[in-house]
T-cell receptor, first 112, second 112 residues
Framework: GENVEQHPSTLSVQEGDSAVIKCTYSDSASNYFPWYKQELGKRPQLIID?????GEKKDQRIAVTLNKTAKHFSLHITETQPEDSAVYFC???????????FGAGTRLFVKA | EAQVTQNPRYLITVTGKKLTVTCSQN?????MSWYRQDPGLGLRQIYY???????DKGDVPEGYKVSRKEKRNFPLILESPSPNQTSLYFCASSDEGAQPQHFGDGTRLSIL
């Protein structure tokens, strides 16, 4: 069945460094790729998304890239801050569709 | 304020005792869904609903039921809970397919 693989499972960076989280999806029909941030004990929150008609999208310190041919997409966080510490989930779905497949999550630690 | 409200937030119960987790959204969203979150597995979709009286199974529907009698409410029912349903549950809503845009605060269920 469809699945989304996410790497790494844990990532530790120094404050100010960049962090990159990578995901691979299996369903070639997927065309919508959201990213969620979940702080400890809190709900997941949608932080950015990308659709298959673009290759990159930025929002301040975060950016997502998509390679449809390779079925890869990535989250890039620049100038990391301690408040970026959280679990990040990637997901893949079809716009207007009814199933969203999540990756297993990446726990990001930003050391001050 | 846009909200998805789940109740209860925490519940400890015993095997076989029927329980219902309520979910309500105030955004007039057509799409609602339920997820369970387990360590190392990310979020897995249990059931989703496209509109009133329209529901369908997600990836892990066994042991669960749902109903959608009103647009704002989407309760999750465990008719005969078992210990393998011990998990953290999230309800979510969206105005564009089942890709979750807004999550509730979560319900932590422990089935003894």
């Amino acid at each position: 069945g469809e699945n989304v693989e996410q790497h790494p499972s844990t990532l530790s960076v120094q404050e100010g460094d960049s962090a990159v989280i990578k995901c691979t999806y299996s369903d070639s029909a997927s065309n919508y790729f959201p990213w969620y941030k979940q702080e400890l004990g809190k709900r997941p929150q949608l932080i950015i998304d990308i659709r298959s008609n673009v290759g990159e999208k930025k929002d301040q310190r975060i950016a997502v890239t998509l390679n449809k041919t390779a079925k890869h997409f990535s989250l890039h966080i620049t100038e990391t801050q301690p408040e970026d510490s959280a679990v990040y989930f990637c997901a893949a779905s079809i716009t207007g569709g009814f199933k969203t497949i999540f990756g297993a999550g990446t726990r990001l630690f930003v050391k001050a | 304020e846009a909200q998805v409200t789940q109740n209860p937030r925490y519940l400890i119960t015993v095997t076989g005792k029927k329980l219902t987790v309520t979910c309500s959204q105030n955004m007039n969203h057509e799409y609602m869904s339920w997820y369970r979150q387990d360590p190392g597995l990310g979020l897995r979709q249990i059931y989703y609903s496209m509109n009133v009286e329209v529901t369908d199974k997600g990836d892990v529907p066994e042991g669960y039921k749902v109903s959608r009698k009103e647009k704002r409410n989407f309760p999750l029912i465990l008719e005969s809970p078992s210990p393998n349903q011990t998990s953290l549950y999230f309800c979510a809503s969206s105005d564009e397919g089942a890709q979750p845009q807004h999550f509730g605060d979560g319900t932590r269920l422990s089935i003894l």
